[in-house]
Every structure is written in structure tokens, then in C-alpha cells.
Nanobody
């Protein structure tokens, strides 16, 4: 059974930083493309960042230069370091694992990030 458990969400002020973590079980972070998505109130879930199995990383334009995705294959975990957070970053953040880029893959239950001004 695949489980992705996110943690690290919090309420921070504008310009603050957070690191999100995702612990994977029942699936290997090393052999899956691991990513983060987010869903703001009233909006659809959207792509934030991904680290491919070959180590290449991809980011949404809105977070480039502020967010950094990384993973620890030994611990089967993926992280999202977020700096200079803005109110537009307020959302529920979901961890994602997919064996193929074109699959939806698996999602966790999400962790709430709120940026207050």
C-alpha cells in the first residue's frame, strides 16, 4: 500500500521560510518522479516542483528561485524548501509520486501552508 505523508506546513509571515517533508512508504522515491503540487482555496490543484528519477528538477514559474526540491533516497523522503513566501503561496501542499511523467501517480493527504501579510 502506497502512502505519502506530508509534514511541515504552518502559518508564516510574508518573507518567511518553511521546509515541507514527505515520507513515502510502499513506493520507492529513487525509482519514481517525486513532486509537489498545491491547491489554493477556490482553485484547482497545480504543479509546484518535481525531481525526476535522473535528478533533474522542474519548477513552476511562480516559485523559481524561491523553492527548492530535493530527495533523500536512503530515507525515502522528498523535501520542499520554501523561502521568501508570499500570500499567493497559501495553499494545501501535496506530495506526489509517479512512475511515469504522464501518470497522475499517488498523492498524500496534504499539509496546509498559510502566508499572512
Amino acid at each position: 500500500q502506497v502512502q505519502l505523508v506530508e509534514s511541515g506546513g504552518d502559518t508564516v509571515q510574508v518573507g518567511g521560510s518553511l521546509q515541507l517533508s514527505c515520507a513515502a512508504s510502499g513506493i520507492s522515491a529513487s525509482s519514481n518522479h517525486m513532486g509537489w503540487y498545491r491547491q489554493a482555496p477556490g482553485k484547482e490543484r497545480g504543479f509546484v516542483a518535481r525531481v525526476n528519477t535522473d535528478g533533474r528538477t522542474w519548477y513552476a514559474d511562480s516559485v523559481k528561485g524561491r523553492f527548492t526540491i530535493s530527495k533523500d533516497n536512503a530515507k525515502n523522503m522528498v523535501f520542499l524548501q520554501m523561502v521568501n513566501l508570499q500570500p499567493g503561496d497559501t495553499a494545501v501542499y501535496y506530495c506526489n509520486a509517479r512512475p511515469n511523467i504522464w501518470d497522475n501517480g499517488y498523492y498524500g493527504q496534504g499539509t496546509q501552508v498559510t502566508v499572512s501579510s
